[in-house]
C-alpha cells in the first residue's frame, strides 16, 4: 500500500494536526519520522494515498496555518 507521510517542524504541531484531523473524524497514523525524508521532527502523520481525505487534510493545515511537507511513500 502506498502511503502519504505529512511532515512538521515539531512535536506540537503534530499533535495540533492530531486534534485537527480527530475532529474532522479523518483516519491517520502517527508514525516515526521515515530518515529519508527528515530528521528535524520525529513523529509524522500517514494517511493511505488512496485517502478521500488527502486534499481535505491539505485544506485544513493551510487554514490553520501549519507548515508542512508531504511525500509519497511505498510500502
Known amino acids: 500500500m502506498n502511503y502519504i507521510v505529512f511532515i512538521f517542524e515539531s512535536t506540537h504541531q503534530v499533535l495540533k494536526v492530531e486534534k485537527i484531523l480527530k475532529e474532522n473524524n479523518i483516519k491517520y497514523d502517527i508514525i516515526p519520522t521515515p530518515k529519508e525524508f527528515s530528521s528535524d521532527c520525529g513523529m509524522s ?29 511505498n510500502a
Do not use: P
Open 45 to 73: 502523520i500517514r494517511i493511505a494515498d488512496s485517502s478521500e481525505d488527502k486534499n481535505k487534510i491539505r485544506l485544513l493545515l493551510l487554514n490553520n496555518q501549519i507548515a508542512f511537507q508531504e511525500y509519497k511513500k
